[in-house]
């Protein structure tokens, strides 16, 4: 794959005849306030010149837009005034699925006063039996606006649906892709053009090349406020939930400049498990991270396993604080 900078403010119909008559495909993107042209297969490409452009970029990944190859400064993602992928690591927290109203508002305001800058919540569940509880839909969306309006946090919540993207556009302020849907192409591209930053998951059986490759299809529809987040993947081991790849995330950081979350809770499966993980997460270089906090998680309607309650996640954050402190990092 040959990626092209176009100069600012020039014509790129030159460069898009001359790859025509050479029978090369390609792709225009506008991303990060540059024009960039992908084009392939190297081999027909391979030496063309055109006045349009700033710098001829050959990729070997492929991910050429989520990759370092082109762009080699972290990007920050800014979630309604709260930045992801800086120095200081973004907390955010909720409960697995949004159940009730007054609740929600409490449990928000007081992580507010804990550190946490950003709420999740599930309204739509990606739910291993159809019999579980499904979530509360498009009700669970309002009720994570109403928490955004009384705490002045972002929130972030689950997208299953390409047909729900209207109800999440007026809703949320970041956009999750479940593990499940990680490679639901249709959704990716839907989700890149919704215009609200994503927050994208890693596929419990997915390869770091594969997550990647997801995140591509995000930034390719012009969505370049991506995202990645770690949360376990399947191994031979029982003991855990799922096996949280901390190597993935040191990886992840070295072959993209998007921001990687972490997410402790998923993989820990088991409430005294999550905040070991969640230190792992940080150590090992995670621009954020989403943990499950229920005011009452015994009683929660999903996850209760997992889901710290507000005195254990108030001992976590003090415990993230000495870590990021010593990495040179806040939280
Ligand atoms: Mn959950």
């Known amino acids: 794959m040959i990626l092209y900078v176009i100069k600012k403010g020039s014509s790129i119909d030159s ?14 993107v506008e991303l990060y306030g540059r024009k ?40 920050i993602v800014n979630v309604n ?38 709420i999740r919540g599930g309204a739509f569940k990606p739910r291993t039996s159809p019999y579980s509880f499904q979530g509360l839909g498009e009700k669970g969306l309002k009720i994570l606006r109403r928490v955004s309006e009384e705490t002045g946090l972002p929130v972030v919540s689950e997208i299953m649906d390409p047909r729900d993207a209207t109800l999440f556009r007026e809703y949320v302020d970041m956009v999750q892709i479940g593990a499940r849907n990680s490679q639901n192409f249709s959704l990716l591209k839907e989700v890149g053009r919704i215009g609200k930053p994503v927050l994208l998951k890693r596929g419990f059986g997915n390869t770091v090349d594969e997550w990647l490759s ?33 190597g993935g995330i040191a990886l992840a950081k070295r072959l993209t400049h998007l921001p990687v979350c972490a997410d402790p809770s998923h993989p820990a499966g088991k ?36 889901q710290l309650d507000i005195a254990g996640f108030a001992s976590l954050m003090e415990r993230l604080r000495s870590v990021a402190r010593i990495l040179g990092r806040d939280v």
């Open 81 to 118: 005034g709260v930045e992801i992928g800086g120095k200081r690591i973004v907390i955010a927290a909720g409960p697995c699925s949004v159940e009730d109203e007054e609740q929600m508002i409490t449990i928000s305001r007081t992580l507010k006063n804990l550190g946490v800058s950003m």
């Open 214 to 246: 997801s995140a591509e299809y995000i930034l390719l529809e012009g969505n370049g406020s991506v995202v990645i987040c770690e949360r376990g993947i399947r191994s031979f081991e029982t003991g855990t939930r799922f096996t949280l790849d901390v």
């Open 36 to 75: 960039l042209v992908l084009a392939w297969p190297d081999n027909i490409v391979e030496g063309l010149t055109d006045p349009s452009i700033e710098a001829t970029i050959k990729t070997k990944k492929p991910y050429p837009l989520a990759s370092r190859e082109w762009k080699k400064e972290d990007t």
């Open 271 to 306: 409430r005294d498990l999550v905040a070991p993980l969640a230190l792992a997460a940080i150590a090992s270089g995670a621009d954020m991270l989403l943990i499950e906090v229920h005011h009452n998680p015994e009683r929660a309607l999903s996850d209760s396993e997992q």
């Open 15 to 28: 460069l898009v005849d001359k790859l025509g008559s050479r029978g090369a495909s390609h792709r225009i």
